[in-house]
């Protein structure tokens, strides 16, 4: 187990989770692990211990070394044998990639591709990659659009949710080369019946504003940069909002009075924008379900990336059952 | 002239800029703006004709045909040969950036560069390229940074800007393969004293979280996303934060007291992410200066625009602002 919490967040986070009638092994170093348990023992959940592990500075060459014996290459290979029925990490997302690739890549896939919901709408749109791949293809561009209709559908449960491609326009032949040619290949399969193409998406969209969109796809440099623009964005705006409200309570005797409520509403839209409200981006194109948590995550990010984790297997099982 | 209110707000925003004690010449047609002035006369605003204009659905190859005839055409030849000192545009942006290409293109820039000021912080961070150029090749992003220090020193009176390079990780070698070689050819330059490289830079800075960055330079895709995301995202935190204030107003009988003064620090942050107050985008690597307005500009965005286009073009001459 990994983050920057670990191992105290990852335990307790698994503690809350016990009680979703799931079976949890924790990868980690049984020592460490024994001394935030205490004592408190749950029947689900079992200790695997290593005392390899990824740590935040690793190489990529050095990561691909020791991978087999850390807790992450351990976890990916539990569910790749069976074992498991999906892995959960909150350590080195760069790692975290190239053991899923490593172990849990679907076939056809070239690289795994991570996704995020955006917060900043009611309903929140699902964007991807946001950073396992950069210098991305059209042809990449296309495959995220069909593992992110996908997972979308299992997720949400709607049949045929809504696919854009990110762009700097909305009309067809708009943006750079790649975005060009993915326009023209995805409205190919989309008349193939494979997902619900919607044509070029603009910014203001993923920023929940215009028609609703449900999945957005984009290079993982964009992504990337989108997602932490909108962490410091939402943070710079929330600071904004607290210190006008603070000098128009100078002026308005009853704004003291109101503190309360103004306080808890601006928790409420804070709540709206937690991650940990989230729990976990899904790395796609992969046999098996992987969430990567924020490496910040606290237990209630844990628990609910083990809990949506809980409802989209189940959903993809009744999927095929049916 | 052009943008989606014109020729009346471009006219209204002319008439409160001719107080700023500046020429201004309006290139469009003359019975158009003559019914906006109604009879007001104002000894500092010339209108020179004209009955071409690009249309916001017109093609490149037609703007580039028509152009030497347009507002738009007709504006950059004035300022190319030194008639104006600047050219202002509420019209299509990418024919702006086409004509400024063909008139007033400084030597050895491949593209002009547009620039704007993302307002998420008390130091905006300049960001550019947000749109004028896609597929940007590392010597690009270079001419970007060079570009971008030149102007925020003459814009702000800051000797040394920071100068950042967006990308995905801190370190050096992350990103894309341009970013990572514009990394390398960044620092060399630095090093040679042209700017002051301080390397990569995340989303969340230019979101306003972390340390103060003055300019931060990104391919045209990247950045044009990102603008129109924050806008969007402004927009949804606006509604999110007044629907939650609203629904805590109906438990707490101080709070219709408290309207007046929460209503005012709403509207303040609204202010405060109002492009209308920054008055356009400069378009860089030009002889001369040249604003990009937002296309719904009111003319207060106008005014705001001819007013820092007059504090630029003094501090270019070494003269003091007012």
């Avoid at 689900?44 to 992450?72: C, F, W, Y």
């Avoid at 045929?160 to 040619?181: F, Q, W």
Wanted: hydrophobic share 40%; aromatic share 8%; net charge neutral.
């Amino acid at each position: 187990m990994g983050g920057d919490y670990a191992p105290e967040s990852i335990v307790e986070g698994a503690i809350l989770a016990s009680s979703l009638g799931v079976n949890l092994t924790l990868f980690g170093n049984e020592d460490e692990v024994n001394r935030v348990l205490d004592g408190r023992d749950f029947s689900n959940i079992k200790i695997q211990h290593t005392e390899e592990k990824v740590d935040m500075g690793d190489k990529v060459a050095s990561v691909l070394r020791k991978i087999p014996e850390t807790s992450l290459g351990l976890a990916a290979r539990s569910a790749s044998e069976g074992d498991s029925d999906g892995v959960i990490s909150a350590g080195h997302s760069g790692a975290s990639v190239l053991v899923a690739s490593k172990y849990l890549k679907r076939k056809g896939v070239r690289k795994p591709v991570l996704g995020t919901f955006m917060p900043t709408s009611d309903n929140p749109v699902f964007l991807l990659d946001v950073g396992a791949n950069v210098d991305t293809k059209a042809e990449d561009l296309l495959m995220f659009a069909q593992l992110g209709s996908e997972f979308y559908s299992f997720w949400s449960g709607k049949k045929s949710p809504t696919v854009g491609l990110l762009n700097i326009g909305s009309e067809k032949g708009k943006g750079d080369r790649e975005s060009a040619k993915a326009y023209e290949l995805m409205e190919m399969n989309a008349s193939a019946g494979e997902f619900n193409f919607v044509g070029n998406i603009e910014g203001r969209q993923v920023g929940g504003q215009g028609e609703e969109i449900n999945v957005v796809v984009c290079d993982g440099f964009v992504g990337n940069v989108i997602l932490k623009f909108a962490e410091g964005m939402a943070i710079s705006l929330m600071t904004m909002f607290g210190s006008e409200l603070k000098k128009s309570a100078k002026n308005n005797i009853f704004m003291p009075l109101a503190k309360s409520a103004i306080k808890g509403s601006l928790k409420n839209v804070k709540k709206r924008l937690d991650y940990s409200e989230y729990g976990g981006a899904p790395l796609l194109g992969l046999t098996k379900p992987f969430f990567i948590c924020h490496g910040s995550s606290n237990p209630k990010a844990i628990f609910n990336a083990v809990k949506n984790m809980k409802n989209l297997i189940m959903r993809q099982n009744g999927e095929k059952n049916d």
